[in-house]
């Protein structure tokens, strides 16, 4: 690979309503095979995407939250979810997936891979990418 | 004449609940479906405007909020949670329905 860029994608819908999530969600796995500097950034309604216990059975849609679970394993594990987003949502980070990845520096230690940041910490982190690709 | 109106759109993101809210007559119902459920969520910065719409009788449909994960516990007091069917009774109910979209 001759050059690594800086890829974020951001995600500002709420899953199932709209395709964007799932699509997204597919495109960041796929992508994960390029070797990129890979982040995922949820704000809006986007943070929904990341709650726990959904539950499709009653609904028949395809449940694609366990999937948010493997992105540590395709080395994406910069997850940075906005404060304010969650904040006017009534969320906090207990009502979000606990989401992991393996070190494998440190014996494969389990890290959390979400970062709670604020909203200008966002607008720091948008600056710095080469590449911001939208769902 | 009682109206069902149905809003299937994320209060946070569109404003087709709060149109909903402001047009919709005392003695309508209002059913949240699709991404509507989450103008079910208490302690948001919406909430206060679904817990001022007086007279109306507001629903959520079940499964959708299963499907997003939601709490039954974190909803506003005194929606009430019905299934599908519940939602086909609702529409034999009401003389006409409103899709805000």
């Known amino acids: ?3 690594t860029k800086k890829f974020m994608y951001l995600n500002r819908r709420a899953p199932y309503g709209t395709i964007y999530a799932l699509e997204g969600l597919e495109v960041v796995l796929i992508g ?35 999937t948010y679970n493997a992105l540590g394993d395709y080395e994406v594990n910069k997850i940075y979810v906005e404060q304010e987003s969650m904040d006017d949502r009534g969320l906090t980070l207990d009502d979000l997936q606990h989401l992991v990845w393996e070190d494998e520096d440190e014996d494969y230690a389990k890290k959390p891979s979400i970062r709670v940041v604020s909203r200008q910490e966002m607008a720091d982190l948008l600056e710095e990418q080469d590449i911001i690709l939208n769902y | 004449m009682a109206m069902l109106h149905t809003v299937n759109k994320s209060p946070f993101e569109i404003n087709s609940l709060e149109r909903c809210l402001q047009m919709a007559k005392s003695g309508s119902s209002v059913l949240l479906i699709e991404d509507g459920v989450y103008g079910a969520l208490d302690g948001t910065v919406f909430s206060a405007k679904v817990k001022a719409a007086d007279g109306l009788t507001t629903y959520v449909l079940g499964p959708d909020l299963k499907t997003r994960g939601l709490d039954p516990a974190k909803l506003i007091e005194g929606i009430e949670i019905i299934d599908y069917d519940g939602f086909v009774q609702l529409v034999a109910d009401h003389d006409r329905i409103q899709s805000w979209l």
């Open chain 1, 1 to 3: 690979m001759s050059e």
């Open chain 1, 32 to 66: 994960a095979a390029f070797e990129q500097d890979v982040s995922m950034a949820f704000m809006d309604d986007g943070v929904f995407q990341l709650t726990k216990g959904q539950d499709t059975s009653d609904s028949d849609m395809k449940n694609f939250s366990p």
